[in-house]
Every structure is written in structure tokens, then in C-alpha cells.
């Protein structure tokens, strides 16, 4: 949220903070509470959205989770044919509304694996599940970012559109993306959680890639590493496009 | 470049609980950015041709299992890499060495994949051949009963609605199939009850299936009788495990499971292969065996099981791939899985892992002492030099003796090639003549990079050479010619890292190196003489750039990418709103005077319109010791444009119209949300707001100042 210049402009940086503690409140966000509380580590508790990654035990804070992306399968490099299932059951969870999340190492899919995926949303859905949409999780090369604008842009017309369609991303997506692709991107899918850390801690730096990421004109979450350092840049909860936190959980 | 986006976590733990969805392991799901090493001491997501605490378990296993068929020595091709690029020639998980080194497995396409209606098709087809061979069916019922069998889909594609809570009988089937009523031949009701009996099968009941199964075993049908006696097993391997699932999907270990309905499983197995030996389904019985013994908790004779399909097992087969995933989630990662291990492959594949520093032991395991692999002798008897590689690993990974390794390892390094477990053993003691410094080392590699032939084998020797000669002060030998470190990627990371400007220069223009490493050495060349001020030396070397080279494909991930831009230098964006000349022009300026207005504006138009905000160079190896931490041939640090603006708004002899346009993009760094995105010292929010006010009130009449409506 810019700080407009003109008459009345001492009040606006209050009206700022008070947009911002209303933010809080809604998105139960870390480091609220003003300049001064700053988070360090990401404890999981503080937090009701999570990625939960197939090969990690459920933890209990899951119990109390709004929102939680699963990951089911993957699409792998040598293998555009078919999703590679993950997790060797259908989950069955009332509590929290669930994203069915497919890792892909690659986009020209063949049409067994869009069909495989609809199956998948369509078992989960059968289990009572509340499934809020699809997230795509793609190591997309940036040179290909147009390829992949499109291939978002097809996948949506093929999910039901009660489907939302998120995707992660990479954080330099919006440094040095083409702006035209960027642009075709967020034509298309509702949401990017963007990954903020390396191995078991946040990147160092991500100041910069979070400025970058503002420019993205796309509404975005920040995707934290469970107990990785988490101090949230300053401007962060002024950006009116930023959605709150989905903690990626770790092993135990 | 997207260096430090997402590298993995550290894997190992990911893998305890995959126990059903075979081939998800321990491989990664994340990009994997390694550390540029020979260190395996440790599990992360990069595996190494060389045996190691460190390696994915099923690439430890690979490794020896190949070597019963001296596959280690053979060149191979290399994969394509395309987000991947960062394993290069040195790494690689385990799914990219599957992948590289083993066939295909042939999967149809299935929607079920992965789920027990995974059957329905097959099904479907042996049933309709099974009605159609019947000879005491009518005409009718085979019709009605082919119809019947589409049922079963619904079933399938409802599978779990309003029936995961199996205990929960009193609620119905959401998909009640309605069975044909009026079969009646004796031989009819019987492939009808066969029908009833999968649904219940797909729907998860098993008490259904159980009976309705049971029925059959003395069917008239050939077909019937020996199937429902297979379906018996699957229902109870089914009900075995059901329980073990939570909320989640995912599955929580075996302590859950319903071990009668295990036991029981088992002996419909063994009945089963008892009765029909060489049956439909034998083969399909056999691998169910094992899932019933693990369900059991019966890892001993799971650990037979797979040491005896080790001896039968067509070495580098498709095959022998989806057991090591099985060998590894079934046997390996399971909870009591260090007693139950006694054969030399499994040994010294479990052994390594127990190598492994403490926060990596996640299945379980306890570290292993010497005394202990000692004692283990005689269960390597005729397999010394195994035996004694792993000692050799204890010494140097557990007990930071590298002196250990030379004693147990003599030098091989003359060989003409190697199997993938004595390569293990020479790589092992050029890492241990390296950690004492000992003045062979480069000797050894040397002689070892000749017999290195097998894939792999050889990008492996030439990091250890690297790594000397970086180490060494001696970074001038890796791109001496005649060198035989070939290996791009090694080159590269040395090039952007390390290397100073004479090194750059030279290989810039070494026309026997492939185009993407001499660009990437010139553009490395000229933007770190561009950012670290030594702009004399840019404009004698900016001449390099051929004409009409590449300035549109971005700064991604330079180090692995076919194209880099060096032609942003000479055919780049100068300007936009603020009218600059060509960089050439602006560099003149800054090196007549470092400190010149008008160049440093237009010198941060540059970086700012080519998209070098937030421009890293690729930086494999932050940690200590990695390829490219050591040596930093190239003296100065970067000046960020950022660095730039503060500084000219302040200087009084500075044009005016300067110092608004230096305050206007000083502020617009932190544009739009306060996030500097220009490098430099951060300003507060109060400093932004000064600068502003400045701008408005002291250059109000400026273009810059018009256009300027918010801080940030």
C-alpha cells in the first residue's frame, strides 16, 4: 500500500497500521504487532495453513489446520505419461479445506495425466473431503515461463472451475521473468505461494526477492520452512496482493 | 540463479514413511542445489558415484548390486538436464540415476495407479475371456454377466465416499450395484457371486469380500476357484493395513496393523502357490509374500526373501530397480531393520547409513561403533576388501581418521577400470591423502582419472583435482591446457566463483571449451569489472563480445544455461526517462572519473533496466570447503546502484536536475511495497520519507519530483 502524498498525509501512515493490524487479525500473520515483534524462528502453532509433503508424518497442529496443501504426486522428468502417486491413500479430513498439490519436472503432459488428475480430485472429493483447488509445484526453468502461462492457461479449462489453481513459485519468477508471461500468469491462476528457504532455513537475502515479488501484481503467500528464521520484511503486510503464511512442515 | 531458492531438506526422514508408495523414497522433492564436494558424510539431496554414508541408500545398493555384473565400468550418457542442471556430472537422487542407468519399467496406462483398483482393467479383460471360455453359461447370462462386470467401475470411481469409515456398517454403499436377478445356471450365480465379491473388494468391505471369496474356493469355473483364492489374500492383506492410514493418507507404520488379518493373509499365500504353483497369479503371490511378511513385522525373513531374488535378478534389469525402492521402504527404513540384517549387500548398505551424523540417523538406527563392524568379519568373509572399505569409511567419516584409510585401502589408482565398489575405495583414499594434506595427492588423481570410464566415475576424480588444485593456490593448472579436468560444470562453478581476470580473459577466448562456458567466463570477466569499478579494464575487454551476440536471454541460472546474455554489455537497454548513452560511453565517463554523476546514473540505468536487481551469481558451494569457497581471484567487491543515489543527492556540485532524479530513484528502490530492491545500505522508512519531502519541496519544478506521487 503506497503512502499517497497530499493533504491529511501524517494521518495516512496510521490509517496504514490500522489497515495492517485489520490484516492481522484476519490472517493470524507472524511478526504482527508493529515494527517491534519480530519472529524469529517459524513455530508451526503460530500458523493454520500448511504444506505437508508425502513422505512427512502428520503433525498434531494439522488437527487445528484452516488450510492444507497435500501433496499427492508427481509428474516426473522422463515419464510425461502418468502421475506418480505419493501418498498411498485418499485422505479423508473434515476440519480443513485441502489443495491436492502435484509436483511436476515437466508441463507436456500427456492426456492420461490430466485425466489421472481429475480421477484423484474426484476420489478425494468422494471422501468428504473439501478440496479447494489444485496447486501445481513446477521447477520451471524461467525461459520456459511462457510455456508454462500456457500450459496453466489449458489446465484451467479443464478443471471444473469450483477448482481453484495455485502454483508455487520461485522467487526470482518475478525478478527476472518476462513481463509478458508473468502478466499471462496471473491471468490465470488464483494464487503463488512462494518458497522462501533453503534445506531446513529461510533464505538469506530474501529481503530482495521479496521486493522483487511486489511487482508481481498477482495475489501471493509466503510459503515458510518450519523452523527456519522468519523475519517478515517490512512492507510485506502493506502489499495488498499478500495472503498470509503456509508453513511447510518438516519431519520431526 | 535460483541458487538458494529451494534446496532440499534434508531427505532421509522424508523417506520413513513412504512405505506404500514405492517409488517416492527418499529422492527429492525439491530442486537440489549440492554442495560441490567429495564429503559423503552426510544424507542429503545430492547422491555420488562413490559409495558413502551420505548416497541415498538405493544408490548405495545399486552400486554393489551392478557390480555383480561389472556394470561400473561402462560410459553410459549422461542424462539431459534441464531445472535439474545443478547435479551437473558429479550428482545426481536416486530417481535421475534410475532413470540414467536403468530401462523402463513398462507401465500401462492405468487411472488407478497406485491404488488397489489398480486391478479393475485387468480384471475386466480375464473376466470377460473368462465368461466367453465358460462352456455352462448361456448365451444370455454371458451377456448379462460381461454388463454386470461394468458395475464395478462406479465402485472404483466412488472409491471412499460415505465408506472410509469401514467400521461404520450401517451406512450403505454410496454406489449400490444392482446385480442381474435372474442368473440362474448354477455356473452363473457363481461369476455373479464372483462379481458381488469384488465390488465389496473395491468398496473396502472386507467382511464382504472375505466371504463372498470364500464361497468360490470350490467353484465349478477353473478360473473362478484359483481367482477367488488369490482375491482371499489380497482382501486380507487389504484389511491388514486398512487401519494403518490416517486422516492424511498417509501411512502411519506397521505398529496399526491388524496382524491376524496378516498371518491370515499369509497362509492364503502360501495356499494359493501351493495349489497353483505355476498359476495365473504366481508371480503377483510372491511379491504379496513379502508385503505379507513386512506387514507381519517379519524382517528377518523379508531380508531372506530379498537376498535370495538378489541371486535371481538380472543385474542393471528394470526389475532389480523397483526392488531396491522395495528393499529400501520395506526393509532399510523400517523400525527394526538392524537386527534383522545379516547378508553382505544389505550389511554394508545399512552399515553406511549408520554412518551417517546422528541428526541423520531418522529410521531408527543406532550409529555404528568400530568394535561393532569389526565384528562383523566373518559376515563379509570373501568379501574382504568390502569389509574393509567400510572400516575405512568409520575411520574417516565417524572417527576423523583419515590416516585409517590408507591403512586399509593401498593405493589402486593405476588400474585401467574400476568396479563402482573399488572405485568407491581409491576415491576414498584421494579424499583421506587430501584431508592430510599429503604431497601425493595430486599424483594420485592423476593416475586415477585414466581407469575412471565408467559414467560418473570420472567428473568424480576431477572434483578431487579441483578441489587440490584450488586449495593449492594452483587454480592456473585446471585451465592450463592438457588439463584434464573437462568437466564443464567444474569449470564453470571455478570460473564464476574463483577465477581472476586473467583466467577469465583466456578462457573467454579458448575456442576448445563449448560456447556456454567462455560466455560465461566473458560475462563473469566484464560484470565483475563493471561492479567492482575497475572500468578501464571493462572497455579494453568489452571488445570481446563477438558482434551480434545473445542480450535476450536473461540472467537465469547462467551456470547451467545454453545461452548467456554477454550481449547485454554492447547491445543492452541504456535508458529510459533519464537520457543516458550507450554503456561504453557511461564507462568512458567512470573511467576518466570513478565518481562522475552522469555515469554513475546511467551506470545504475543499466543494471536497473537489464534486469540485474537482485542478480546473483550462481553460488554452489556457500559452505565451507565446497568447489569455489576457497580461492577469490578477483579483488574488490560490487558496488550496488543503490550505493549510488544517496550519495549524489548530497553532493552539492552535482547538476540539479541530478540530484532530483538521484533522490527520485532512491526512493523508487523501494518501490512498491519497502523493499529495497537496489543493494546497499536499507534506509527506514523515516529516511525514505525524508527523501521524498526533499525531492518534493527542494525540486518541486523537476520532472522527477512531478512525477513522484508516493514513498514507500
Same mark, same amino acid.
Given at each position: ?21 485489520? !490484516? ?45 496443501? !497435500? ?45 489421472? !488428475? ?33 500450459? !496453466? ?12 489453481? *495455485? ?6 519468477? *518475478? ?36 521486493? *522483487? ?40 | ?72 565400468? #561402462? ?21 535421475? +540415476? ?28 480375464? +473376466? ?11 448365451? @444370455? ?21 460415505? #465408506? ?80 494403518? +492410514? ?5 501411512? /502411519? ?42 506387514? #507381519?513385522?517379519? =524382517? ?42 545379516? /547378508? ?45 572399505? =567400510? ?96 568437466? /564443464? ?119 536497473? =533496466? ?23 581471484? +578477483? ?20 547538476? @540539479? ?56
Amino acid at each position: 500500500m503506497p503512502i499517497r502524498d497530499g493533504p491529511g498525509s501524517s494521518d495516512i501512515t496510521g490509517s496504514v497500521r490500522a489497515g495492517f493490524a485489520a !490484516l492481522c487479525a484476519l490472517l493470524l500473520l507472524a511478526g504482527c504487532g508493529g515494527e517491534g515483534a519480530r519472529q524469529e524462528r517459524v513455530d508451526p502453532a503460530d500458523y493454520d495453513s500448511f504444506f505437508l509433503w508425502a513422505g512427512v508424518r502428520p503433525p498434531p497442529v494439522l488437527d487445528r489446520a484452516k488450510e492444507v496443501y !497435500l501433496l499427492s504426486g508427481e509428474v516426473r522428468a522422463r515419464d510425461n505419461g502418468r502421475i506418480v502417486p505419493l501418498r498411498p491413500q485418499v485422505p479423508h479430513v473434515d476440519h480443513a479445506a485441502l489443495w491436492l498439490v502435484l509436483r511436476v519436472e515437466r508441463i507436456d503432459w500427456q492426456p492420461a495425466v490430466t485425466r489421472q !488428475l481429475l480421477r484423484e480430485l474426484g476420489r478425494w472429493e468422494a471422501a468428504g473431503n473439501r478440496v479447494k483447488g489444485v496447486q501445481i509445484d513446477f521447477d520451471a526453468a524461467t525461459l520456459r515461463l511462457d510455456r508454462y502461462a500456457a500450459f !496453466l492457461a489449458e489446465l484451467r479449462k479443464r478443471l471444473p472451475p469450483r477448482y481453484k489453481l *495455485s502454483v508455487t513459485g520461485l522467487m526470482d519468477w *518475478s525478478a527476472q521473468g518476462d513481463p509478458a508471461a508473468l502478466a499471462a500468469l496471473g491471468g490465470t491462476v488464483d494464487e503463488i505461494v512462494i518458497q522462501t528457504y533453503q534445506g531446513r532455513s529461510t533464505v538469506p537475502g530474501y529481503e530482495a526477492y521479496m521486493a *522483487s515479488l511486489a511487482r508481481l501484481d498477482l495475489p501471493y503467500r509466503v510459503g515458510l520452512i518450519e523452523g527456519g528464521e522468519w523475519r517478515p520484511p517490512p512492507g510485506l503486510a502493506r502489499d495488498p496482493d499478500f495472503r498470509g503464511y503456509v508453513v511447510f512442515l518438516l519431519p520431526e | 540463479m535460483r541458487r538458494r531458492i529451494r534446496i532440499a531438506v534434508a531427505l532421509g526422514a522424508l523417506g520413513a514413511a513412504l512405505a506404500l508408495s514405492g517409488r517416492a523414497g527418499a529422492s527429492s522433492d525439491f530442486s537440489c542445489y549440492p554442495e560441490w564436494s567429495l564429503d559423503g558424510a552426510d544424507f542429503d539431496c545430492g547422491s555420488s558415484i562413490v559409495l558413502s554414508p551420505g548416497n541415498d541408500t538405493r544408490v548405495n545398493l545399486a552400486l554393489l548390486l551392478r557390480d555383480r555384473a561389472g556394470l561400473a565400468s #561402462r560410459p553410459g550418457t549422461y542424462p539431459t538436464l534441464e531445472w535439474d542442471f545443478s547435479y551437473a556430472r558429479n550428482f545426481f537422487d536416486w530417481n535421475l +540415476f534410475r532413470e540414467t542407468l536403468y530401462p523402463a519399467e513398462s507401465v500401462p496406462d492405468n487411472d488407478y495407479y497406485g491404488s488397489r483398483c489398480v486391478s479393475l482393467a485387468g480384471g475386466d479383460a480375464a +473376466f470377460a475371456a473368462a465368461v466367453s471360455a465358460s462352456g455352462a453359461l448361456s448365451a @444370455r447370462e454371458k451377456e448379462q454377466l460381461s454388463g454386470a462386470r461394468g458395475q464395478l467401475k462406479p465402485v472404483c470411481e466412488n472409491f471412499g465416499q460415505e #465408506r472410509w469409515y469401514s467400521q461404520d456398517q450401517a451406512k450403505a454403499p454410496a454406489v449400490a450395484p444392482s446385480w442381474p436377478a435372474d442368473v440362474a445356471s448354477s455356473a452363473g450365480r457363481e461369476f455373479l457371486a464372483y462379481l458381488v465379491s469384488a465390488a465389496a473388494f473395491y468398496g473396502e468391505d472386507w467382511g464382504g469380500a472375505r466371504a463372498g471369496f470364500s464361497s468360490l474356493l470350490s467353484a465349478k469355473d477353473p478360473w473362478l476357484k484359483e481367482t477367488a483364492r488369490y482375491m482371499l489374500a489380497r482382501v486380507d492383506l487389504n484389511a491388514a493395513q486398512a487401519a494403518s +492410514f490416517d486422516e492424511w493418507g498417509f501411512f /502411519t507404520g506397521t505398529d496399526a496393523t491388524d496382524t491376524t488379518a496378516a498371518a491370515s493373509a499369509a497362509r492364503a499365500l502360501a495356499d494359493y502357490l501351493k495349489a497353483y504353483p505355476k498359476g495365473l497369479y504366481a508371480g503377483s503371490a510372491a511379491g504379496l509374500q513379502r508385503r505379507a511378511q513386512w506387514l #507381519r513385522g517379519d =524382517l528377518s525373513g523379508l531380508a531372506k526373501a530379498y537376498e535370495g531374488l538378489f541371486g535371481r535378478i538380472e543385474p542393471g534389469s528394470a526389475e532389480e530397480a523397483l526392488l531396491i525402492d522395495e528393499v529400501d521402504n520395506k526393509l532399510l527404513l523400517a523400525k527394526g531393520a538392524e537386527g534383522a540384517i545379516s /547378508t553382505p549387500l544389505l550389511l554394508a548398505t545399512y552399515d553406511l547409513m549408520r554412518m551417517r551424523g546422528g541428526a541423520n540417523l531418522d529410521h531408527g538406527q543406532t550409529p555404528i561403533g568400530e568394535a561393532e563392524l569389526k565384528g562383523q568379519a566373518r559376515l563379509f568373509s570373501g568379501n574382504k576388501p568390502l569389509h574393509d572399505f =567400510l572400516l575405512a569409511n568409520h575411520a574417516f567419516y565417524v572417527a576423523g581418521k583419515a590416516q585409517g584409510v590408507l591403512a586399509l585401502i593401498p593405493d589402486g589408482s593405476s588400474a585401467a577400470r574400476y568396479s563402482a565398489l573399488e572405485f568407491s575405495r581409491q576415491m576414498l583414499r584421494g579424499q583421506a591423502l587430501a584431508a592430510l594434506g599429503d604431497p601425493g595427492e595430486e599424483k594420485f588423481w592423476l593416475g586415477l582419472v585414466h581407469g575412471a570410464t565408467g559414467i560418473y566415475q570420472r567428473p568424480s576424480v576431477e572434483l578431487g583435482l579441483a578441489l587440490h588444485y584450488e586449495k593449492a593456490g594452483q587454480l592456473a593448472r585446471v585451465f592450463a591446457p592438457g588439463s584434464p579436468i573437462e568437466d /564443464t560444470m567444474i569449470r564453470k562453478i571455478l570460473l564464476q566463483k574463483s577465477a581472476g581476470a586473467d583466467i577469465l580473459r583466456a578462457q573467454a577466448r579458448n575456442a576448445e571449451r563449448p560456447a556456454p562456458e567462455r560466455d560465461l567466463a566473458l560475462f563473469t570477466l566484464l560484470h565483475k569489472e563493471l561492479t567492482r569499478g575497475r572500468y578501464a579494464d571493462f572497455l579494453a575487454d568489452v571488445k570481446l563480445v563477438p558482434a551480434g551476440a545473445d542480450a535476450q536471454s536473461g540472467l537465469w541460472q547462467l551456470v547451467g544455461s545454453e545461452q548467456v546474455p554477454v550481449g547485454l554489455f554492447t547491445n543492452g537497454t541504456w535508458s529510459e526517462a533519464y537520457a543516458c548513452p550507450a554503456l561504453g560511453g557511461t564507462v568512458a565517463a567512470l573511467a576518466r572519473n570513478p565518481q562522475d554523476v552522469k555515469g554513475r546514473l546511467c551506470l545504475g540505468e543499466f543494471y536497473r =533496466l537489464n534486469g540485474f536487481d537482485g542478480f546473483y551469481e550462481y553460488d554452489p558451494a556457500e559452505q565451507k570447503g565446497g568447489l569455489g569457497s576457497v580461492a577469490n581471484l +578477483f579483488p574488490g567487491t560490487a558496488i550496488p546502484r543503490g550505493s549510488f543515489y544517496p550519495a549524489i543527492a548530497a553532493d552539492p556540485a552535482a547538476a @540539479r536536475e541530478d540530484r532530483a532524479y538521484a533522490l527520485y530513484r532512491a526512493v523508487m528502490c523501494y518501490a512498491p511495497a519497502g523493499i529495497n530492491s537496489c543493494g546497499g545500505d536499507e534506509v527506514d522508512e523515516a529516511g525514505r520519507k525524508a527523501w521524498f519531502q526533499t525531492l518534493k519541496r527542494q525540486y518541486a519544478d523537476t520532472r522527477w519530483a512531478r512525477e513522484l506521487r508516493y514513498y514507500w
